[in-house]
Nanobody, 128 residues
Framework: EVQLQASGGGSVQAGGSLKLSCVAS????????IGWFRQVPGKEREGVAC????????DFDDSVKGRFTVSSNKSNNTAYLQMDELKPEDSATYYC?????????????????????WGKGTLVTVSS
């Protein structure tokens, strides 16, 4: 019932751009935030960005702040992660997940994802 599917990854050179999409079903963007995470083999998963339709709040990890933006379209239940000025260290598998709190949650949002509401990732490779 609840599904999230990230797509739009690919291979780009440093300085390039990609726009990832997260198509969600089974829940309302008004009830859950959308968090973007990334992970590389052997490394910990890290939170990248968050967008909350409930209060309009967003959040970005310091490593991507100023380069990534988030948006959402309720009409097609899709969230977007626009990635500009990509760096090789941005290379990872990117995932989207439902988040249970607003992105400006006082205690942060990264640890408040819904365990079972996690989509398959899309691979981003940035070459130098």
């Amino acid at each position: 019932e609840v599904q999230l599917q990230a797509s739009g990854g690919g291979s780009v050179q440093a300085g390039g751009s990609l726009k990832l999409s997260c198509v969600a079903s089974g829940f309302s963007f008004d009830d859950y935030s959308i968090g973007w995470f990334r992970q590389v083999p052997g490394k910990e998963r890290e939170g990248v960005a968050c967008i909350s339709s409930s209060d309009g709040s967003t959040d970005f990890d310091d490593s991507v702040k100023g380069r990534f933006t988030v948006s959402s379209n309720k009409s097609n239940n899709t969230a977007y992660l626009q990635m500009d000025e990509l760096k090789p260290e941005d290379s990872a598998t990117y995932y989207c997940a439902a988040v249970l709190v607003p992105c400006n949650h006082y205690d942060g949002w990264v640890n408040y994802y819904a365990l079972d509401w996690w989509g398959k990732g899309t691979l981003v490779t940035v070459s130098s």
